[in-house]
């Protein structure tokens, strides 16, 4: 059974820093693009991160450019997305997914989701 899992959410002041991960049971995920998206209340979802499957591209919205990092971990089929500096607005429900082809900006070239997990920025 393909599954994607997030988790390293949870509650941080404003300049911290988390790490959530994205594990992968049913597939390799060396295979596929690896994008995470966030959605806060209110607000459309968008795309943070991204890292290819071919050479390890790694790609960062300008929100995040500079504070986020996006890494494999190979041995254990499984995806980081390091944030530091955290700020108020980074606060949503952080989400993995993988695309077969390339990464992308349009989530719906992906085709697995993981559940999410939630990333709150507070004082």
């Known amino acids: 059974q393909v599954q994607l899992v997030e988790s390293g959410g949870g509650l941080v002041q404003p300049g911290g820093s988390l790490r959530v991960s994205c594990a992968a049971s049913?597939?390799?995920?060396?295979?596929?693009?690896i994008g995470w998206f966030r959605q806060a209340p209110g607000k459309k979802r968008e795309e943070v991160s991204c890292?290819?499957?071919?050479?390890?591209?790694?790609f960062y919205a300008d929100s995040v450019k500079g504070r986020f990092t996006i890494s494999r971990d190979r041995a254990k089929n499984t995806v980081h997305l390091q944030m530091n500096s955290l700020k108020l607005e980074d606060t949503a429900f952080y989400y993995c997914?993988?695309?077969?082809?390339?990464?992308?900006?349009?989530?719906?070239?992906?085709?697995?989701w993981g559940q999410g997990t939630q990333v709150t920025v507070s004082s």
């Open positions: 890292i290819s499957s071919s050479d390890g591209t790694t």
């Open positions: 049913g597939f390799t995920l060396d295979d596929y693009a």
């Open positions: 997914a993988a695309a077969a082809r390339r990464c992308s900006w349009y989530a719906l070239e992906y085709d697995y």
